[in-house]
């Protein structure tokens, strides 16, 4: 299994990123997806879920219209569109199955929103 995490940066606070998420050694299309995010001195959170097929999202109350998760099963890889950005959106971003399967985390991507 192989994750890799793309499209971080540094912005101003209310700007906007888009991350993606390669994945490979597995069998993409058949598990739902997340975004976790974890902040210094703070435990790694779940921040979005989209379903196999993409026909169902679901977001951390805190990112709720703000932030959009979609996917590309021909490509293997899932997206992270994040809009408005608060400087408590600050963290590293990982991308994996939903529940972590296969137990296992990618490098991620770090995001910094600043004021």
């Known amino acids: 299994v192989r994750l890799v995490e793309s499209g971080g940066g540094s912005v101003q606070a209310g700007g906007s990123l888009r991350l993606s998420c390669a994945a490979s050694?597995?069998?993409?299309?058949?598990?739902?997806m997340s975004w976790y995010r974890q902040a210094p001195g703070k435990e790694r959170e779940l921040v979005a879920t989209?379903?196999?097929?993409?026909?169902?999202?679901n977001y951390k109350d805190s990112v709720k219209g703000r932030f959009t998760i979609s996917r590309d099963n021909a490509k293997n890889t899932v997206y992270l569109q994040m809009n408005s950005l608060k400087p408590d959106d600050t963290a590293v971003y990982y991308c994996n199955t939903h529940g972590n399967y296969f137990g296992s985390w990618g490098q991620g991507t770090q995001v910094t929103a600043s004021s």
């Open positions: 989209i379903s196999s097929t993409g026909g169902s999202t």
């Open positions: 050694g597995f069998t993409f299309n058949i598990y739902f």
